[in-house]
């Protein structure tokens, strides 16, 4: 389909753990995949706050940036994986973000082209989730919000919580119909914690709202530190639900914003003499946005002056994104291998094997609702190794062998990467 940022604002209004909710409740149509990006430049928190700390932190955004420069950024994208479908089945992904804040400069060159072959993996049957957290979307990682098919601001609906999400709203909404695909990108993702209604805040901001999210802390628990996805009470508690009814009500933005900015997109693409397409338009789900192509920025900035925050835009859109990328500028590295499943433990596939990572959310020491009654020590929560005690490992775990496969018999250790050492979490 596309990619859709997630992005937050100040007072922790939940970017990530909405993320998550859409992630898992994505619809998925037969063939396609979804992933979800960490891209947050204060750091990734997905591994310490969902897997609990039980997948080392040895995968990750950082190694992006040096197989950028190496020029395999997009073969390197599928060694830093994780599957998080409750099946195994490799339908639900992760990119683990940065775990150390001071790692974000590094990638100040690399936004720009993984982006790129994020958007080139919609032909293969992916969409794509960035988290951007509270500082993604400006900066140098601006790129990720400009480029997107839909930003979506999660904003709680307290006084607080909008007093605050008004300036970057403001700001984020003029620098999308200046250097972006167009002001009418963003939306909001409503955490309903306040007394104020979506149309109340709709109406005040000039926005459409994507989505209206319960302010359910139980719940939002296991997306955040971590539970089991799998227990019914959790798939159908009312935050799934309206996650699942945001994602549709993004897909739909997403459709009609193509159909404005591209209305010649369901035809075929017009080819330069002697060129070689990639053959006719697959019919079904995955034709959706064929023929689609993003404009130069610049272009847009120069034939549609900005817009007053809050007004709709006056001037038709194909005539502001008539100039799309040069086909080669589209592709830069290359085709992108998709990811191959091999069984029910689902393995990710790419040119150099990737270690099988665990169905990190199913069955792992403890329910998502705990009792606190319950003495049982099978309710317990794990035990993790300490790098700073000597013998301090997980019940029955083994020593640690070389770099392999991790689960929760793993012994945590600190990984030397690049000179320095960080703390596997």
């Known amino acids: 389909m596309a990619v859709i940022a997630v992005v937050g604002a100040p007072g922790a209004p939940g970017a990530t753990t909405t993320a998550l909710a859409l992630l898992l409740a994505w619809p998925l149509q037969p063939g ?34 040096v197989a950028d420069r190496r020029g395999l950024l997009a073969q390197a994208l599928w060694e830093q994986l994780i599957d998080l479908s409750p099946e195994g089945n490799a339908e639900r992904l992760l990119l683990p973000g940065l ?29 794509v989730l960035l988290d951007l957290g509270r500082s993604g979307a400006t900066g140098i990682s601006a790129v ?32 999308l119909a200046t250097a972006g695909t167009g002001a009418d990108a963003l939306g909001l993702l409503l955490i309903a914690e306040g007394p104020y209604s979506g149309a109340e805040v709709s109406r005040e901001f000039g926005l459409p709202v994507l989505g209206l999210l319960p302010h359910a802390q139980r719940t939002a628990r296991v997306l955040s530190d971590g539970g089991d996805v799998t227990d019914r009470r959790f798939v159908r508690s009312e935050l799934m639900r309206t996650a699942r009814s945001a994602a549709d009500e993004i897909q739909l ?25 990639p053959g006719p338009a697959p019919a079904g789900p995955q034709a959706e946005g064929a023929g689609y192509e993003y404009a130069h920025p610049a272009a847009a900035a120069a034939q549609q002056p900005a817009q007053p925050f809050g007004q709709p835009n006056q001037q038709p859109y194909e005539q502001a994104y008539e100039q799309p990328y040069p086909q080669s500028y589209q592709q830069p590295y290359g085709p992108v291998p998709p990811v191959i499943t091999t069984g029910p433990v689902a393995p990710l596939a790419g040119l150099a094997p990737q ?9 792992h020491g403890g329910p998502s609702y705990p009792d606190p009654s319950s003495a ?17 490992t997980v019940p029955g775990a083994q020593p640690y062998p070389a770099p392999g496969p991790v689960g929760p018999g793993a012994v945590v250790r600190d990984e030397p990467v690049d000179g320095e050492v960080l703390r596997a979490r």
């Open 32 to 65: 396609r995949r979804i992933l979800l990006v960490e891209c947050d430049p204060d750091g990734g928190a997905v591994l310490a706050g969902a897997l609990e700390g039980r997948v080392e932190a040895v995968y990750g955004l950082r190694n992006l940036a």
């Open 99 to 127: 775990t150390d804040p001071t790692q974000a400069p590094g990638l100040a060159y690399t936004w720009e082209p993984l982006m790129e072959v994020l958007h080139g993996l919609e032909s293969q049957g992916y969409d």
């Open 144 to 175: 990720l919000a400009r480029r997107a098919d839909v930003v979506a601001a999660t904003v709680r609906t307290t006084l607080r919580g909008l007093s605050a999400a008004r300036p970057r709203l403001a700001t984020l909404a003029e620098d």
């Open 253 to 277: 933005t997403i459709r009609r914003r193509r159909q404005r900015l591209a209305p010649a997109a369901a035809q075929p693409a017009q080819l330069a003499p002697g060129a070689s397409g």
């Open 355 to 363: 270690p099988a990572a665990p169905a990190p959310f199913p069955g």
């Open 376 to 392: 049982d020590p099978a309710h317990t929560a794990p035990a993790y190794a300490d790098p700073g005690y000597p013998g301090a």
